[in-house]
């Protein structure tokens, strides 16, 4: 819905999120907080969204196309990266649905780490070492010349963030391959595995909105990928994240600008790759003895990440539904991106077992600490059973998140809710922003 006032075209929009994890949810909650938005639809959401879900699955492109069109929806957001490498944003587009999310040419960005790592390569944008190997007896030739250790190993396709292992030594490594290449972990997403130098350094997710031609980054985010305290344990999709980010400083911020922003931009546009979304950098910043020098990095995503979308939504001024169609309409330069002077902190709390197997519908339940709307959660691996009751359905199962004025004020807003959260083996990292705390108060604790 639009009309033309004066010149200026107003705007109320009814949008469609396509996913059902906390990511949408909070991108649903901060759409519908845009004063040109007439209604937030989310297919297919999960328990605890206060929006109209609709069921049809992500992978369900005749559906969701039929459905976008039927309701006459102004803008779609694709959260999630299986269905934007499956060309739904292509499918969506020829329909003539404007659509936030990249085509799955440009997704490969994210959908093939090969693709990713050659197009760093080709375009001089700073990247660990690395080789790209199909067969196990290759890549196992390659490990015995490398250096003992650590190494990494990455599957290829998309493995739902667990498909990188950082192997303390050859021996781990080359099991990772026999695991990827011959044993199938992965599946499809482990047709080619990636080894690659490992960086000693600190990572720090830097995503931005962009059209294609113009870049608007938002504040840095860290998340936590391991399941345990102190970084321990197997990778996840992550247990947690906080914003802003000390060590990124501005000093940072323009170096990786001139570095890393400016020639990805740059390749897009020599390889013809229409990437209208949100382009995802995960960095490293080499520890001052590496070999490395200055920003790294270590992957893009096409799409905005989880749970760095948790804690930056809830610091983002400006009005979303504009910033982003804009984007799709290839007008970002003229948008207003602000954000609040503020620290985010998010924990995940998860089924126990995951990433591996873990059961599904438990029960959970909340009781929400006063004040009311200190907190937010964000629903993810969440469903109704048959008595209306919220219950397990996913790995991932609620991310809480609050902001203050400071990351400690934050956090403890955080652990006071999700204390409240119960279920049958829940589980959650106690640790979530230990390297800030700790920068913020060096010394003996």
């Not at 010149?7 to 649903?28: F, Y």
């Not at 010349?145 to 021996?171: M, N, Q, R, T, Y």
């Not at 000093?251 to 390889?271: H, K, N, S, Y």
């Not at 995802?280 to 995503?301: H, K, R, T």
Request: glycine share 12%; charged share 25%; aromatic share 6%.
């Amino acid at each position: 819905m639009t009309e033309e006032t004066g010149g200026v075209r107003e705007k109320r929009l009814k949008i469609l999120v396509v996913g059902s994890g906390a990511r949408e949810h909070a991108l649903a909650w901060k759409l519908a907080q845009s004063p040109g938005t007439a209604v937030v639809k989310v297919a297919p959401g999960n328990a605890g969204m206060e929006f109209e879900t609709i069921p049809l699955a992500v992978t369900d492109q005749d559906g969701l196309i039929a459905r976008a069109r039927a309701e006459d929806m102004d803008l779609v957001v694709i959260g999630p990266e299986d269905p934007l490498a499956a060309g739904l944003a292509d499918r969506m587009a020829a329909a003539g649905l404007k659509v936030f999310g990249p085509g799955a040419e440009a997704a490969r960005l994210e959908s093939s780490k090969a693709f990713s790592k050659r197009f760093m390569a080709r375009h001089g944008v700073p990247t660990a070492a690395f080789r790209v190997f199909s067969s196990s007896t290759e890549a196992l030739a390659y490990l015995e010349e490398k250096p003992e250790g650590p190494i990494v190993v990455k599957a290829s396709g998309l493995a739902a963030g667990k498909g990188v292992i950082v192997a303390v030594d050859k021996a781990e490594a080359a099991g990772a391959v026999r695991a990827i290449l011959e044993g199938g972990r992965f599946g499809e997403a482990g047709r080619e595995v990636v080894i690659e130098d490992f960086i000693e350094g600190e990572e720090v997710s830097v995503l931005a909105f962009t059209d294609g031609r113009t870049l608007r980054p938002m504040p840095a985010v860290q998340d936590h990928k391991r399941l345990g305290e102190g970084d321990t344990g197997p990778n996840t999709g992550g247990m947690g994240a906080y914003c802003p980010v000390a060590v990124y400083t501005p000093q940072v911020a323009a170096r990786v600008e001139e570095t890393i922003f400016r020639p990805t931009l740059a390749g897009l546009a020599a390889d013809g790759l229409d990437f209208r979304g949100c382009l995802y950098f995960g960095l490293i910043l080499p520890d001052p003895d590496s070999a490395y020098d200055g920003p790294q990095v270590v992957e893009y995503n096409a799409r905005f990440g989880d749970p760095e979308t948790q804690v930056l939504m809830p610091l983002l001024k400006s009005d979303l539904a504009d910033i982003l169609l804009r984007c799709v309409e290839g007008r970002l330069a003229e948008a207003e991106v602000e954000w609040r002077e503020e620290s985010c902190a998010c924990v995940v709390i998860a089924s126990g077992g995951y990433p591996g197997e873990y059961r599904t519908g438990l029960v959970v339940t909340e009781k929400v600490p006063a004040p009311i709307g200190a907190s937010l959660a964000f629903h993810a691996g969440t469903a109704l059973n048959a008595a209306r009751q919220v219950v397990t359905s996913g790995g991932r199962v609620m991310s809480i998140t609050a902001r203050a004025l400071t990351l400690e004020k934050a956090l403890a807003r955080v652990y006071e809710r999700v204390r409240t959260v119960q279920f049958e083996g829940a589980w959650y990292r106690r640790d979530i922003g230990y390297r800030e705390l700790a920068r913020q108060k060096p010394g003996p604790v």
